[in-house]
């Protein structure tokens, strides 16, 4: 991969993580996956109006923005430390077109059928 690409994808990966961060705020949950699984939501969410069904959502939501923010996050990492678009269980390069539709990707195509299909 030419540096032009890496660069083009470091930007939509910056931008990605501008928005997921943007939408945790949002949610009024912490940015960090680590300790805390709860969302430190508004005071008025929790309330009796609320159905705990919303509020399970709510979380899964936040779950799975943090889990996109902890993607970026590394595939950020990785750019800096020179092993971006290397799978990570394989070690072999990840296509272009693959990181091109998912900059974040971190496994190949194969790995992520084998380890999906697991
Ligand atoms: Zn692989």
New binding site residues.
Partial sequence: MDQQTVDRLRERLETERGEVRRQLDDLGARRDAEGIEDPELDEGFADAGQAAAERANLLTLVRSLRDTLRDVEQALDRMVAGTYGI??????P?PDERLEALPAAR??M???RQRGSR
């Fill in positions: 799978c990570e269980r394989c070690g072999q990840i496994l190949c194969t790995c992520k």
